[in-house]
């Protein structure tokens, strides 16, 4: 009967410290993977924010060019430079 017990309780020990090895290693893959989803969030504000800026610049450029041809235009009808018609 003690033989049983000490073959239980070793088999209990050996389970018990199974469990917590794979306890640490599940740990282990969910801190990897919320760093990889923190990883994986910074990189999209940065995309992000990188698209907010190519589209201000593209807007910048649409309206330069809606103001040169404004003025191009104007500069036609009124018989004038570019110049004087973009003052105007």
């Given at each position: 009967m003690r033989a049983l017990t000490i073959g239980l309780l070793t088999a209990a020990l050996a389970v018990a410290g199974c469990s917590e090895k794979t306890q640490d290693a599940a740990g282990t893959a969910a801190t990897s993977a919320?760093?990889?989803?923190?990883?994986?969030?910074?990189?999209m504000g940065e995309a992000i924010q990188n698209g907010a800026v190519a589209v201000g610049?593209?807007?910048?450029?649409?309206?330069?060019?809606?103001?040169?041809?404004?003025?191009?235009?104007?500069?036609?009808?009124?018989?004038?430079?570019?110049?004087?018609?973009?003052?105007?």
């Open positions: 919320a760093n990889d989803t923190a990883a994986n969030v910074d990189q610049n593209a807007a910048d450029d649409a309206g330069e060019s809606v103001a040169n041809g404004a003025a191009v235009t104007e500069a036609d009808l009124q018989d004038t430079s570019v110049a004087d018609a973009k003052r105007d």
